[in-house]
Structures are given as C-alpha cells and as structure tokens.
C-alpha cells in the first residue's frame, strides 16, 4: 500500500484520512490460557458526517505529513495512547464517494501501544470481539475494513483429492491446525459427490463450519451452514446482486480489472486475483506478475489475495502490493 500519496482520488477531491484498526488479545476468561482478539471502536457524534455511526479511529492527514506519523498524532490526540512506527502495518487503502464528501483512507492495523486508550474528546470506545464486528452500524466507507481485519493472511486452498475419505482425512488436519479460513475446492467431483463430502466433513468435523468456505454456487449456502461460499467467475458473472446471506464470507475468484468490478457490483467480501505467478497447474496461462497485480489492487476497496504461485515467503510482496494477503495450496500450514 502506498502511505504518502493518494492514488485512488485525486488529493484535491479527497480528504485524506489517517485510520487505526487497534488491536489487543484478552483472555477469554479469568482460568483460561485462550485468548480472544479484540478490536478497538468510537462513535461518530451525531452532529458530525456521518454522524451516530461506529468507526475505527483516526483523523485526517496534513499537507507533506507522513501516514503513519499523522495516525500516530491522532490517536494520541483521540484516545491518548502513544503508537510507535514499527507497531503498526497497512492494511487496506479504501476510496468512497459519499456524494457530499469523498474521502481516501489508509488503514493500519496497530499491533502495539502505550497507555490506556479513553475517549479523550468526548466519544463512546468499545472493546469489540472481531466477530462481533458484524453487529455494529459503520460507514459505507468503513466496510471493507470489517472485512479486511477479520480476514487472515493466508487463505488456503484445498488441493483436488483421489477420493472423498482422503479429503475428509486432509480437511480434519486443516480444523485440527485452527486454520483461519480455508477453501474446499474440488473441482473435478460432481456436484452430487461434492455435496456428498461436504455433508460428511461437517458430520464428523463440526467445527469446520466456522472456516470452510465451499466452491460453486450460491445456492450451496442453503443446504449447508459453513463459513461462506466463494464463487468462480463463471457462477459470479451472471448474478446481479449479493446473494449470500449476511454474516458469511462471499468471495469471489477474479483475473482482470472487468471482474474486479462484477465482484464489487455482488458486494464480495474478498477476492482472490491471478495468476500473479506461474503454477504447475495451469503452465500455460498469461501471468501477470507483481506489477500489474498492485496495479489493479489499487482499482478496489475490495480485500485481495494474491493467488497463483504463492509460497509463505511471498506475504511480504503480497501486503508490498496492498493485497490482504496469498491464497493457495502450497503453505506449510496448508495441505501439500
């Protein structure tokens, strides 16, 4: 993500805007070693735009400031805690045209602080459990933040299977493992057969519903309670709206700038973009390298997933090119 210069409005029509996704881990309660993420949120005073709504705090970027120094100044002034520049990374840059108003935000997630946060002007704070993100009213603008601090870094594709033990056996590994969020993807099963393996990794692992995304149609959503759905472009393509219901992910897979903005136009959550690099899979397809990828990166408010060739040792190149983060299969936390 670029963190000087504005590059989805233009400085003049945009008020630059310096935003924190503050984070800390709780234990989730006074006996147990589990800890729980929580997010940092404020509400916006009714007499202001966009008044009434919840957000991530923040304030407004001077002339020649640095990003990261005017988020350090603002949450200081905000909620008096001291934010140091190696404790924070990019996270999503979002442009959004309020019709009254537009506005560019960086966002950075705070890993670290000093002091105690207060509401030092007046405003409500709330410690929230990410996932209860999804309970509060944010701006429009602020959405895809939701989506981008709930989201981990790696995405992990299952690969194709010789048979349905073998992948309910690899898919009991990934719950095992806490993997954040995985997709099941096996394209050369029938529809009967991958309905089949669904039904029985969620019978023997039913904790796989808090992670598991399944391949196809949206429709596949009213038959099983997973984490979401992540739709091929060729299922994407011919909805005209977002048919997943709220509270699951719908992500969608996309290869240009045209099914970029078909995924914005479903309202997905994220998407996956490639090929970034080459793969053994498909040895022929048109690559299109680091490059182009930030370029169509930063042509949406979407969270994106650099696919195609990825390794763990590509996270830094990924988040370099303003993408959430890598999906694939060849992770070492993943399945080989």
């Given at each position: 993500m670029q963190n000087t210069e504005p590059e989805k409005l233009s400085k003049a029509a945009a008020v630059h805007v310096a935003?924190?996704?503050?984070e800390r881990f709780q234990a989730q309660t006074t006996s147990s070693k589990l800890t729980q993420r929580q997010i940092l949120?404020?509400?916006r005073a009714k007499d202001v735009h966009q008044g009434g709504f919840w957000e991530f705090p923040g304030g407004k970027v001077e002339a020649n400031e640095v990003v990261v120094d005017a988020?350090?100044?603002?949450?200081f002034e905000e909620l008096g805690i001291t934010v140091k520049c190696e404790d924070v990374s990019p996270l999503i840059?979002?442009?959004?045209?309020?019709?009254?108003?537009?506005?560019?935000?960086d966002v950075y997630t705070v890993h670290r602080f000093d002091g105690e946060a207060s509401g030092r002007e007046g405003q409500p704070i709330k410690w929230v459990v990410e996932a209860d993100l999804l309970t509060y009213s944010f701006p429009e603008a602020n959405k895809p933040i939701v989506s981008a601090c709930r989201l981990p870094s790696l995405y992990v594709i299952t690969p194709e299977y010789d048979s349905i033990e073998l992948a309910i056996e690899c898919v009991g590994?990934?719950?095992?493992?806490?993997?954040?969020?995985?997709?099941?993807?096996?394209?050369?099963?029938?529809?009967?057969?991958?309905q089949e393996c669904v039904q029985e990794i969620l019978l023997r692992y039913p904790a796989s519903k808090e992670s598991m995304l399944l391949s196809g149609e949206v429709s596949l959503l009213r038959d099983f309670d997973v984490a979401g759905i992540h739709l091929p472009f060729r299922y994407a393509e011919v909805l005209d709206g977002r048919r997943a219901p709220e509270g699951k992910w719908l992500g969608v897979s996309c290869h240009n700038e045209c099914e970029i903005k078909q995924?914005?136009?479903l309202g997905a959550d994220f998407i996956t973009l490639s090929p970034v690099l080459a793969t053994a899979s498909h040895p022929e397809a048109l690559?299109?390298?680091w490059e182009h990828f930030a370029e169509l990166v930063k042509q949406t408010n979407i969270p994106?997933?650099?696919l195609g060739g990825m390794i763990d040792e590509h996270q830094q190149q990924a988040a370099n090119a303003g993408a959430k983060g890598i999906a694939g299969i060849r992770f070492k936390r993943g399945l080989l």
């Open positions: 935003v924190a996704v503050i949120i404020s509400k988020l350090s100044r603002e949450l840059q979002i442009a959004h045209d309020y019709g009254d108003k537009q506005v560019l935000l590994k990934l719950v095992e493992q806490q993997t954040s969020l995985f997709l099941f993807r096996q394209p050369s099963m029938s529809p009967e057969r991958y995924a914005e136009k690559l299109m390298g994106v997933y650099a």
